[in-house]
């Protein structure tokens, strides 16, 4: 079954604990990238990778940092966690470019204390 | 920037009634995709319906439908005869043809909520 699998799906830590979300897909796909969802703010894309090795910031990079060493991977990583970031956070993938469609995974609920 | 506005935060509509969400962008683009996206309570982001921006006849996925207004940059979901299960978040999305990065501006949401 084609799908983007998020790990954990649910995650409590406390402030500067370093943690990562990790990101798998088996589509083959070219293009991955996460998104922080918050209340009356919808989605806002962290960062994304155009392929492996290339990634670039999005619109909210701040305090986040991503690799890309294989296709298929794409893990957030979460230095020192704050709890300004305690959201929703969701991994997509697409063939790229020009498709104009992404696959999205299940969601990462995280909270930080 | 692109930015994307619902201006209807809530919204509940009888079952089998029809009901249409709002949706209006800006950008300066001309090649650009919309989207809606279904969030159920399960979190899943699920693609309802797309448009290609060049395209002037408007998408249509079984019960959902849309009314692209291009010059009025209005992207209203239609969606008949609704049912139990259509209840969630909405969520209108834009994306322009970019060589590299396929970002998705979203919108903030309308909840809609099906009535028995």
């Known amino acids: 079954e084609a799908q983007v699998t998020q790990n954990p799906r649910y995650l409590i830590t406390v402030t500067g604990k370093k943690l990562t979300v990790t990101c798998s897909q088996n589509m083959n796909h070219e293009y991955m990238s996460w998104y922080r969802q918050d209340p009356g703010l919808g989605l806002r894309q962290i960062y994304y990778?155009?392929?492996?090795?290339?990634?670039d910031k999005g619109d909210v990079p701040e305090g986040y940092k991503v690799s890309r060493k294989e296709k298929r991977n794409f893990p957030l990583i979460l230095e020192s966690p704050s709890p300004n970031q305690t959201s929703l956070y969701f991994c997509?993938?697409?063939?790229?470019?020009?498709?104009?469609?992404?696959?999205f995974g299940e969601g990462s609920r995280l909270t930080v204390l | 920037a692109q930015t994307v506005t619902q201006s209807q935060p809530e919204m509940s509509v009888q079952e089998a009634e029809t009901v249409t969400l709002s949706c209006t962008y800006d950008?300066?683009?001309?090649?650009?995709?919309l989207f809606w996206y279904k969030q159920p309570p399960s979190r899943q982001m699920i693609l309802v319906i797309r448009?290609?921006?060049?395209?002037?006849q408007n998408a249509t996925e079984n019960r959902f439908s849309v009314n692209f207004q291009k010059a009025a940059k209005s992207f209203s979901l239609k969606i008949s005869d609704s049912q139990l299960g259509d209840t969630a978040m909405y969520f209108c999305a834009f994306m322009k043809q970019d060589f590299g990065n396929e970002k998705l501006t979203f919108g903030t949401g309308t909840r809609l909520t099906i009535i028995p």
């Open positions: 448009q290609e921006a060049y395209k002037q």
């Open positions: 997509a993938s697409s063939t790229g470019p020009y498709t104009g469609e992404l696959f």
């Open positions: 990778s155009m392929n492996v090795e290339v990634t």
């Open positions: 950008t300066s683009e001309n090649n650009y995709y």
